[in-house]
């Protein structure tokens, strides 16, 4: 029974028939411990599920496909989507050894609900999955949030298109991630800049069983680019500071010249 359970964790995924999808390849993240988003306080208390956690962790990390589901109503604004990892299984072994190999969509695949239609922007989509251990009362939930929005560009009257992520467990905000559109169409997001003002995301759609919000994002910054902004102009610096004192070394070099040619005529004047 333990085994069947296991094979259970998360959420099982049947085929499903998407509309529009995407892949979202990870180009950052913040984490509270490294290396991980699930809490460490969770060690320890049931083999199974620290076994589970160290695949979702695993498999976290890596590009998410992102779906769309049919079945959205417009009329009750619920829009369902898919977000799974494109890594097939986790390499990570079981504390048995009969236990068989851990699949990435059981253990970090989430039904999502989205603000808007699936391929409207801004959007922001929610979901949830639960990994049980050997009791029920071992179960924890993890919460992800997917905020699609755009942000300034620093120095520019451009903006660029954004993907983050917000990790939730223990109603505390794990990690953030930074996502690119490596390949397909989704949440009306591309890659390129675009003039215009930022765009805030809506709120993620909210989860009863969360027992609380995910966090908001700010669109008024690019940070990524923040960093090279500042970046340039300490370089910019640098290199104003090096012409200056190299200008003002030439002059000082001039003028000793000019005062040691002033000298050598003033010798011969009184020699003669």
């Excluded at 259970?8 to 028939?17: A, D, N, R």
């Excluded at 695949?109 to 959007?123: G, H, I, L, V």
Aim: net charge negative; hydrophobic share 40%.
């Amino acid at each position: 029974m333990t085994v069947i359970r296991l094979l259970l964790l998360g959420v099982l995924l049947g085929k499903t028939e998407a509309e529009l999808q995407c892949t979202a390849q990870l180009a950052g993240r913040t984490e509270e411990t490294a290396g991980r988003c699930t809490p460490t306080s969770w060690d320890g208390e049931d083999p199974l599920r620290d076994w589970a956690m160290k695949c979702f962790d695993e498999c976290f990390a890596d590009p998410y496909l992102l779906e769309e589901l049919p079945g959205a109503d417009v009329d009750r604004s619920y829009y369902p989507a898919l977000a799974y990892p494109t890594r097939e299984a986790c390499s990570i072994q079981g504390p048995e050894p009969a236990l068989p190999q851990l699949l990435c969509k059981q253990v970090a695949a989430f039904r999502m609900t989205c603000s808007k239609a699936f391929q409207e922007f801004p959007n922001a989509c929610s979901g949830g999955l639960h990994v049980q251990g050997h009791y029920a009362v071992a179960q924890k939930h993890v919460f992800l949030a997917l905020y699609a929005f755009s942000s300034a560009i620093p120095g520019s009257a451009n903006v660029r298109e954004v993907l983050e992520s917000r990790l939730v467990a223990d109603g505390v905000s794990r990690c953030a991630g930074m996502y690119r559109i490596a390949e397909g169409n989704c949440l009306g997001l591309g890659n390129a800049e675009r003039p215009g003002p930022a765009q805030l995301p809506p709120r993620p759609p909210v989860i009863p069983q969360m027992q609380g919000e995910f966090p908001e994002v700010n669109a008024a910054t690019d940070n990524g680019n923040d960093f090279y902004f500042w970046l340039a102009v300490v370089v910019l610096f640098i290199m104003l500071a090096g012409a200056t004192l190299f200008l003002s070394r030439r002059r000082n070099e001039e003028r000793r010249r000019l005062r040691d040619s002033q000298e050598i005529e003033i010798h011969s004047i009184h020699r003669a």
